[in-house]
């Protein structure tokens, strides 16, 4: 007998189990699971339930794992192609060939016309790029340009999670030794080198001593000399300026004073990688081996009793079976396989079948699982499939145009709390030398500055331009855009990387010399519909006027 389900079960109807009562037996009541609306709701296999996990701070999951993510994602890199080439793609769309300063002082609410303003702002780019790009200069052993910094800055954040700099000021005895005129000096420190030391007693959190109000006052480095490790505490600051520039993405774990690899949630996944590329290669080279065997009519030991057995009944019989497999023995003797020489013909015994086995092919799951693997790296780490897998066969506009639409928010994301806050210290730094020491002059003298750095210090530091994959299409939304007054000349030069002043610097200086020599200038719109004159259609085109 069975009962219906009623309202609220979530299970199929059941039988009724019987019980004894007394002497009679009566239906026990079915047993009902009533449905329950909540978070973790587990299904029958207990799947949530076997997946343990617990909450803990941030910090505390930092402090356990980022030494040992660190250590696992510099193996990756430098011994993973893939993983290597994608953190090189991701220099490369962050940085470029370099961060480009571009001087925004808001110096108009101390009295600068726009002239004044724009002149001061190309004299401090010009003197910058001179300095950062003579490594005597810009470093303070002489070896490394602000560009390369910038590279180990990004390598060392996806390996490590944080990049470390150190900006020192050499006195003018030692700066005449080397023949240098700057003194502000930067050295790049390996994240493993600030100590993951804590002792909450004195305010050491993972390396960083802090006050009571959580703010850096000092860093507790490893430093080296005479193949000597040793402790060394450098200040956070020097006064108004930074002494540590210490970068990460706080968002990550906005409780941590520390980073964790940007690899670290994809460790596991590139290991499984390896470990497939591994068990295919050995798959592949098993099958340049291969084993072979005879399939033999030759009777068994069993037979040949059988035929002892016969001579006593049919003696004739016996003879002649005893005959036929002599004859097949001499011919094997004679006609025997051999597989080791290369110019014999081999023969087989009569009734013989040679059979080769060969090692099986990875199946047709092979392909899709280890493009799978691969997107869940990509997509990690920042970066379209087809870039890190370079594997363009089944992309076309639409896809890849979206593809980078996804992923470049994620590039300038990691340059404005990467890469631009690096240079933004290093700039403030080597500004204030160069007003305070009169080598950039600055109207109502240094303490002017010092009173309003922040708004002297203003910059932006555009990267490398979002790629497209038609140039054209590109242009034309961009120009759409400014006709429709939806964007600026300023935000398009942006995201191609450029300065909107200094292009109109550039074309004006051109203009002029093209004129002055007779040449025709290029600039200005196109003339005319969507033939050789233009693209646009005649009702949209504008005709310059004569």
Known sequence: ??????????????????????????????????????YLRDNS???????????????????????????????????????????????TDTIGDELKLSARPLLSKLGWSSEEITAWARLVEEEWYLHVWRPQEYSLNGTR?????????????????????????????????YGIKSGTKVSLIAPHRLKRETNENVGLDQGIFHDENGRPTKYRM?????????DVDVPAWNGALRRVVHVMDRGDNPDSVRGISVLAPILKVAAQYDQLADATLTTALLQTAFAATIKSPEPSIEA??????LEDDDPDLADDLMGVWTNRIDALKENGISMSDHGKINHLGPGEEFHMHTAATPGSQYIPFSQNLQREM??????????????????????????????????????????????????ESWL???IGTGAIPFKSGYEAFVANRELVCNAEWPGPAQPVADDYKATMAAAKRIELGLSATEDEAALMGRDASVTREKIAAEIIDMEAKRIPSPYGRSVGGGGPLGAAMPSNATVEAA
């Open 432 to 434: 204030d030398e160069k």
């Open 304 to 309: 040949f009793q059988a035929i002892q057995e």
């Open 45 to 91: 296999s207990g799947i949530l339930t076997m997946r343990r996990a617990v909450t803990r701070d941030g910090a505390d999951s930092v402090r356990v794992a980022a030494e040992r993510a660190s250590a696992l994602a510099w193996d990756f890199i430098h011994n993973s192609g893939w993983i290597a080439g994608a953190v090189d793609q991701i220099i």
């Open 222 to 230: 490893i430093g080296r000399k005479l193949g000597m490790d040793f």
């Open 145 to 177: 340009t602000l560009a390369e910094d910038l590279d180990g800055v990004i390598r060392y954040y996806l390996a490590g999670g944080e990049a470390v700099g150190v900006i020192d000021y050499m006195p003018i005895g030692l700066r005449k030794k």
């Open 1 to 38: 007998m069975k009962t219906p389900i009623i309202a609220g079960d979530q299970s199929i109807d059941k039988p009724r189990i019987r019980v004894k009562a007394g002497s009679q037996f009566i239906a026990a009541p079915p047993t009902v699971r009533r449905a329950r609306a909540q």
């Open 378 to 427: 990509a997509r990690r780490l920042g970066v379209t499939f087809e870039s890190f897998a370079m594997d363009h066969s089944n992309a076309n506009y639409s896809s890849v145009r979206m593809a980078m639409s996804s992923v470049w928010p994620i590039v300038t994301r990691r340059r404005e709390r990467i890469a631009a806050p690096f240079c933004q210290a290093i700039y």
